[in-house]
């Protein structure tokens, strides 16, 4: 008979194209629905070689739930040309999270620009861009979720590194259309964090959830160097308690970026992730 716990884990789990990237769209929901998964997080790139129409046809087709659409952000340029450049291409973001169905569009904001030691600038800059975003986003069913990243990406790739520094930026918006992302592997570190959740929740801003393991050492390249659920340091169930006790219910994504599990079978990987998942974070 199966527990409550592996029907619950079964139904919050979402697997993110990322992680076995390997997969083709095609074979990504081919492997979904043998093995019953219903959740799928979805990035722009496979997306758009594939095809939005045609992928938006293939998902919805095979009954599955795109819980997010990765990536937008970007927004720290100080060229007036490259910050209208971004807002474009954050507004086509927009339109294809709506075209896909999903009602969040998860935002990496971008690092410093080439010679610039400006955090607090770029920081501002963000929130500029969200001012001309969030109600275009809003227009088209869309929300917006900061995703802050490990303090390691701030100088390259997101200047936002905490909770709190997303927060801050989130809640000069309306909840519906600006919340933030909750990503173990970039926030587990963070002493702050639980008591940051616990805001971001009273304000309605989780908007999505995100496990990745840490492991050490890291690889060469770092930026793929999430590791698979229960491999690492990172107790997955203490932070589903802190994202669930601030009133998030709604899917779990699973996020890995690593050179070891893409060079393996996808379909094998995918089996494992959802096994390791209610294993190990429910």
């Known amino acids: ?3 409550f716990s592996a029907f619950a884990a079964h139904e919050r789990f979402s697997i993110n194209q990322m992680t076995v990237k390997q997969l083709s769209l095609p074979e990504l929901v081919d492997a979904c629905l043998e093995l019953g998964i219903r959740n799928v997080g979805l990035w722009r790139e496979p997306v758009q070689s594939y095809g939005l129409e045609a ?3 293939l998902v919805g087709g095979a009954g599955l739930t795109v819980t ?4 937008g952000g970007f927004l720290t340029a100080v060229d007036p040309a490259e910050r209208a450049a971004a807002i474009s291409d954050n507004k086509r973001a927009v339109d294809e999270a709506a075209a896909l169905g999903t009602d969040t569009l998860v935002l990496v904001s971008g690092g410093l620009p080439a ?12 929130a500029d861009a969200l001012g001309e975003l969030a109600p275009y986003a809003a227009e088209h069913g869309v929300r917006l979720a900061i995703e802050p990243l490990h303090p390691m990406f701030a100088s390259d790739r997101c ?11 989130a809640e000069r918006f309306p909840a519906e259309q600006v919340g933030v992302t909750v990503d173990t592997y970039h926030i587990w570190w963070d002493d702050s964090a639980p008591e940051q959740i616990a805001r971001a929740g009273a304000g309605g801003r989780i908007h999505t959830f995100q496990l990745a393991d840490w492991t050490t050492p890291l690889p060469e390249g770092v930026l793929n160097g999430r590791g698979q659920i229960g491999d690492g340091a990172i107790d997955m169930r203490e932070w589903r308690g802190y994202v669930e006790a601030a009133g998030y219910s709604g899917a779990i994504e699973v996020e890995l970026f ?4 893409w060079a393996r079978d996808g379909r094998e990987l995918l089996a494992e992730t959802a ?8």
Not at 68 to 71: H, K, M, P
Request: glycine share 4%.
């Open 68 to 71: 997010t659409l990765c990536r």
């Open 159 to 169: 200047v936002v590194s905490t909770l709190a520094q997303a927060l801050d930026i």
């Open 258 to 261: 690593n050179e070891v599990l």
């Open 115 to 126: 010679g610039s030691k400006d955090l607090r600038g770029a920081r501002e800059r963000i």
């Open 55 to 57: 992928t938006a046809k």
């Open 1 to 3: 008979m199966t527990s």
């Open 275 to 282: 096994e390791r998942f209610a294993r190990h974070a429910f």
